[in-house]
């Protein structure tokens, strides 16, 4: 059974930091990229940020030079390190995971920014 397990959300003032993890298990194919999206309400879901097997990395120009992602291969784990945060960045974060034909996401963490 796939669990994607996610924590790390919270409530935070607005400049401050939060760090999101997401522990991946009972994934038995070869995983391509893990990555964090998120929702703001009434809005799309949006890429957050993205880390391949191989380390490359993509981020939505929003989250560039603030968040910074990062992955542990041996453990299946994914970082999301958050600074200077700002209200706009309230939402509720997914973790993702994909392999060659399938994809599975996290139950989700609220991350809520007060300004």
């Known amino acids: 059974q796939v669990r994607l397990v996610e924590s790390g959300g919270g409530l935070v003032q607005a400049g401050g930091s939060l760090r999101l993890s997401c522990a991946a298990s009972?994934?038995?194919?070869?995983?391509?990229?893990m990555g964090w999206y998120r929702q703001a309400s009434g809005k799309q879901r949006e890429l957050v940020a993205q880390i391949s097997s191989g380390g490359s990395t993509n981020s939505a120009d929003s989250v560039k030079g603030r968040f910074t992602i990062s992955r542990d291969n041996a453990k299946n784990t994914v970082y999301l390190q958050m600074d200077s945060l700002k209200s706009e960045d309230t939402a509720v974060y997914y973790c993702?995971?994909?392999?060659?034909?399938?994809?599975?996401w996290g139950q989700g963490t609220q991350v809520t920014v007060s300004s």
């Open positions: 993702n995971v994909r392999g060659s034909g399938w994809q599975y």
């Open positions: 009972g994934i038995l194919s070869s995983i391509n990229a």
